[in-house]
């Protein structure tokens, strides 16, 4: 099993910006996929974005595609959500998951082990 810390969450005005950071123990980080989901409060989990194994290929839900940007390094265990153009709309908790393959994934049943999550609060 593998422990995911994020960080980086906070209260920022709309039009604003933050970066998410997601830190795994153990040494299999690097073979599986990694994802981002949000869940603001009475709305179901939402995914958010994906990022294959190498990082070769990643994955958007269409509300963030064009202001959000997922990445990671491997040598660091470390998956990170770079946030843009914040909007109200995207105030929720964000947690960081690892899928149980290494291709993208945005079903939240193809992820085993996730974060606690961060709290994102945008501003109006």
């Known amino acids: 099993q593998v422990q995911l810390v994020e960080s980086g969450g906070g209260l920022v005005q709309a039009g604003g910006s933050l970066r998410l950071s997601c830190t795994a123990s153990?040494?299999?980080?690097?073979?599986?996929?990694m994802g981002w989901f949000r869940q603001a409060p009475g709305k179901e989990r939402e995914f958010v974005a994906s990022?294959?194994?190498?990082?070769?290929?990643?994955y958007y839900a269409d509300s963030v595609k064009g202001r959000f940007t997922i990445s990671r390094d491997n040598a660091k265990n470390t998956v990170y959500l770079q946030m843009n153009t914040l909007k109200p709309e995207d105030t929720a908790v964000y947690s960081c998951?690892?899928?149980?393959?290494?291709?993208?994934?945005?079903?939240?049943?193809?992820?085993?082990?996730w974060g606690q999550g961060t709290q994102v609060t945008v501003s109006s």
């Open positions: 153990g040494r299999t980080f690097s073979s599986y996929a």
């Open positions: 998951a690892r899928a149980s393959v290494s291709l993208v994934r945005a079903t939240a049943d193809d992820y085993r082990d």
């Open positions: 990022i294959s194994w190498n990082g070769g290929s990643t």
